[in-house]
Each structure stands twice: as C-alpha cells, then as structure tokens.
Nanobody, 124 residues
Framework: QVQLVESGGGSVQAGGSLRLSCAGS????????RAWFRQVPGKEREGVAS???????EYADFVRGRFTISRDNEKKTLYLQMDKLVPEDTAMYYC??????????????????WGQGNQVTVSS
C-alpha cells in the first residue's frame, strides 16, 4: 500500500519559515500531480500549491510569493517551503498525489493518496 509520509511541521513566529516534506510517490505518467492542502477545524480542506509531471506549478492566491512547492524525483519527495508565515497560515497541512485531466489542480477531486497531516502553528 502506498504511503505518503510527511515531516517538517511545527511552531514558528510570524515572519518565520518552515519547510514541509512528503516522502513517497505513486505515479510517473504525464497526468500525475502532487500538491499540498491545508485544513483548519470547521472548514473545508483548501489547496495551497501543486506541481505537475513536467514541473508546472500552481499556487493559491493567499500563498503566492511566500510559499514554494518543489520536488526531488530521485528521492520521490515533495517539498513546501513556507516563508513570511502569518498566523492565518496555521493549519494541518497534507500532501497529496493523484492524476489530473483538467484545470484547477488545487481541487481535491484529483487526489487519491494523502499524507497523514502535519500541524503548522504560527504565533503573532
């Protein structure tokens, strides 16, 4: 069974940085996509950033310019570098992998495999 194993969460003050990692991968075909999502209690899970097989990336407006998604194909590891963190970034962060055949790669409908979640807490 495929497992996506996350690491790197924690607590940081506003303005600080954290890097999340997600080890494991399933697909390698042209339609595969990997992404980061986040969720706070009582709200729906929302897309943060995605990266496609050929390297195209997509970011949510609320993180563009602050967060960077990347991957190491040899290590089958996905990363999310989070800079200039603000308290509103506090959430459980999840990595995900799936196949996408349409626009908006930040929609949860494309994703089949999920990591266990990693808490990020930003204090003011």
């Amino acid at each position: 069974q495929v497992q996506l194993v996350e690491s790197g969460g924690g607590s940081v003050q506003a303005g600080g940085s954290l890097r999340l990692s997600c080890a494991g991968s399933v697909y390698s075909d042209p339609y595969y996509v990997r992404a980061w999502f986040r969720q706070v209690p009582g709200k729906e899970r929302e897309g943060v950033a995605s990266i496609q097989n050929l390297g195209s990336t997509e970011y949510a407006d609320f993180v563009r310019g602050r967060f960077t998604i990347s991957r190491d194909n040899e290590k089958k590891t996905l990363y999310l570098q989070m800079d200039k963190l603000v308290p509103e970034d506090t959430a459980m962060y999840y990595c995900a992998e799936g196949r996408s055949y349409g626009p908006n790669k930040l929609d949860t409908k494309w994703y089949i495999f999920w990591g266990q979640g990693n808490q990020v807490t930003v204090s003011s």
